[in-house]
């Protein structure tokens, strides 16, 4: 069975903090994708990441980065100083081999508080 | 412009009744998916589908219906037999199958009994 776990529910910061999204996996799969997405008010989910199991290389998007462990079954998703506009709800995805769907996290609202 | 469209936004339901959800998409992907979002539960899938006149269950397709007779349209019915309607619809389609490729999201349907 595939699962993943976002423990944090909501979190609240100042603009211009720094804020780390956690995102722990579970997958039997040696192949598997994980993914980020990110849901504004309006409710439609836009893609922000994918990666594949076999890179585990650290990716950086301007004030978006993220960090894949294998050892820990985690892809964090770290925003660096944190704008107003960052405010949403993050979702945290995996799919696994061959797998036709993807399985998402509980998700975490993140307010951001100019 | 090339996406996916859900309608209507809002949608009411009386008891007893069956609504249809109406989802569109001009990308020309194969794979299309309903998921259905409840507060701190994330996303379900519903059904999805992978090609034309054929579609399969998701995690919690009791109560559902979908039909696929065209690439462009995968329409949702939520029939009387679902005991708890109202949520967050969302419809979402991928360019390939078997290799889960970055999935695009609609805005969504707010579906309310009253």
């Known amino acids: 069975a595939q699962k993943v776990t976002q423990a944090q529910t909501e979190i609240s910061v100042v603009e211009k903090e720094d804020v780390t999204l956690d995102c722990v996996y579970e997958?039997?799969?040696?192949?598997?994708?994980l993914f980020w997405y990110k849901q504004p008010p309006s409710g439609e989910l836009v893609f922000l990441i994918r990666r594949n199991s076999f890179d585990e290389q650290n990716e950086i998007s301007g004030r978006y980065s993220w960090n894949f462990q294998k050892s820990t079954s985690s892809f964090n998703f770290t925003i660096t100083a944190s704008q107003v506009v960052d405010s949403a709800v993050y979702f945290c995805a995996l799919s696994g081999q061959g797998a036709q769907k993807l399985v998402f996290g509980q998700g975490t609202r993140l307010t951001i508080n100019p | 412009d090339g996406g996916i469209t859900q309608s209507p936004k809002y949608l009411f339901r009386k008891e007893g009744q069956n609504v249809t959800l109406s989802c569109e998409q001009n990308l020309n992907h194969d794979a299309m998916y309903w998921y259905r979002q409840d507060p701190g539960q994330g996303l379900r899938l519903i059904y999805y589908s992978q090609i034309v006149n054929d579609f399969q269950k998701g995690d919690i397709a009791e109560g559902y219906s979908v039909s696929r007779e065209k690439k462009e349209s995968f329409p949702l019915t939520v029939t009387s037999a679902q005991k708890n309607p109202t949520a967050f619809y969302l419809c979402a389609s991928s360019m390939r199958t078997g290799i889960f490729d970055e999935a695009f999201f609609g805005q969504g349907t707010r579906l309310t009994v009253v």
């Open positions: 997958t039997r799969d040696t192949t598997y994708y």
